[in-house]
């Protein structure tokens, strides 16, 4: 028999999950490795939900979304739906008094995220986004150095991020329906990654992007610069491959972190010595239990945890920028708009 491991010391909430698809079954097997099981599934394939129920032995199938936001039972909730629907469930979710971990892009936009954070607030409970770098310990690391002046000040960042996916409109990556395009897909990881370098967060953008045939943005470059004059470019395409790769350039030497999404390892080589520094924390099998365990001191009061936050809604912010600055709006966003115009 395998050891259980233990992540994070708050109290263990009981966890309800929305949707049953890829992420979905990673959480069911994220908290198996801490010897804990979903307590309940909703989804909008009831058949699917069965299924998932039978393989992670889940403790209760949902006949509808209201009667997991009913269920005293359930403390929080993971919702690993489509972008566009996250709002959605985000709303009632938290006006039940429900916890929220979401899966990234949080929401669409930044009126969205005010929205939900506002919920959570006004109903004392945590909304969080569950992008892995907000929660992976080596991160957690590399911002306590930076803070102490281990590595210097920052001066620029640089991420790449490339994945080729085969052009099919009907996939979430291409689909505008889905609320596709690499921004929200996989640039959210990029401007994650830079941010949490970063002392504040950039105001001054510039950017170039490439549509997909589809309308969503299929690659694009983006230069970024803060108050304090830190500078940042990201690289992204769904349609090419490039490493994922992030690098922060310092006036001691530089931090290079290889697949940085889910990294448990960065190195740090000190200029004029070239001394090459290897920096280990986490381990990269358990970003889920991470995101679980953030998730759980927030609710718990954990006011550090707050600091993610603050970059989660940076971020939203960043990326709501640089699509308005492109015209590109989702079919939800064009529904908003026109509400808020009284045209509907």
């Given at each position: 028999m395998s050891e259980t491991i233990n992540v994070g010391s708050a109290p263990k909430l009981r966890w309800g999950v929305i949707g049953c698809g890829v992420i979905a079954n990673e959480m069911a097997a994220s908290l198996a490795l801490e010897g804990r099981s979903l307590a309940g599934v909703a989804n909008r394939t009831k058949e699917k939900a069965l299924a998932f129920a039978e393989k992670h032995g889940v403790g209760r199938v949902y006949d509808s979304y209201d009667e997991i936001?009913?269920?005293?039972?359930?403390?929080?909730?993971?919702?690993?739906?489509?972008?566009?629907?996250?709002?959605?469930?985000?709303?009632?979710?938290?006006?039940?008094?429900?916890?929220?971990?979401?899966?990234?892009?949080?929401?669409?936009?930044?009126?969205?995220?005010?929205?939900?954070?506002?919920?959570?607030?006004?109903?004392?409970?945590?909304?969080?986004?569950?992008?892995?770098?907000?929660?992976?310990?080596?991160?957690?690391?590399?911002?306590?150095?930076?803070?102490a002046g281990d590595f210097g000040r920052v001066h620029m960042v640089q991420a790449n991020f490339g994945s080729f996916r085969e052009y099919d409109p009907a996939i979430r990556f291409f689909n505008m329906d889905l609320a596709g395009g690499a921004m929200l897909d996989i640039?959210?990881?990029?401007?994650?990654?830079?941010?949490?370098?970063?002392?504040?967060?950039?105001?001054?953008?510039?950017?170039?992007?490439?549509?997909?045939?589809?309308?969503?943005?299929?690659?694009?470059?983006?230069?970024?610069?803060?108050?304090?004059?830190?500078?940042?470019?990201?690289?992204?395409?769904?349609?090419?491959?490039?490493?994922?790769?992030?690098?922060?350039?310092?006036?001691?030497?530089?931090?290079?972190?290889?697949?940085?999404?889910r990294a448990d390892e960065a190195t740090f080589l000190r200029w004029p010595s070239e001394e090459?520094?290897?920096?280990?924390?986490?381990?990269?099998?358990?970003?889920?239990?991470?995101?679980?365990?953030?998730?759980?001191?927030?609710?718990?009061?954990?006011?550090?945890?707050?600091?993610q936050g603050m970059w989660s809604h940076d971020v939203m912010e960043l990326m709501t920028r640089f699509r308005e600055g492109w015209g590109m709006r989702y079919p939800e966003e064009h529904i908003a708009q026109a509400a808020r115009d009284g045209r509907i």
């Open positions: 936001y009913a269920d005293p039972n359930i403390d929080a909730i993971y919702i690993t739906t489509p972008h566009n629907t996250h709002i959605d469930f985000i709303r009632p979710a938290l006006a039940a008094g429900k916890h929220v971990l979401c899966e990234k892009a949080i929401t669409l936009n930044t009126s969205e995220l005010d929205e939900g954070l506002a919920l959570a607030e006004a109903n004392g409970v945590a909304l969080l986004d569950a992008c892995t770098i907000l929660h992976m310990p080596l991160y957690k690391e590399l911002r306590r150095r930076l803070e640039g959210i990881y990029a401007l994650t990654f830079a941010r949490t370098f970063l002392a504040s967060n950039p105001c001054e953008l510039a950017s170039f992007e490439n549509p997909a045939f589809t309308g969503v943005d299929e690659e694009s470059a983006l230069i970024l610069r803060n108050a304090e004059h830190q500078l940042t470019t990201i690289s992204l395409t769904l349609h090419a491959k490039q490493p994922k790769r992030g690098v922060v350039a310092t006036d001691e030497g530089y931090l290079e972190v290889v697949e940085y999404p090459l520094e290897h920096i280990r924390a986490g381990e990269r099998r358990l970003a889920l239990n991470y995101a679980i365990a953030d998730l759980e001191a927030a609710a718990a009061g954990d006011a550090e945890v707050a600091r």
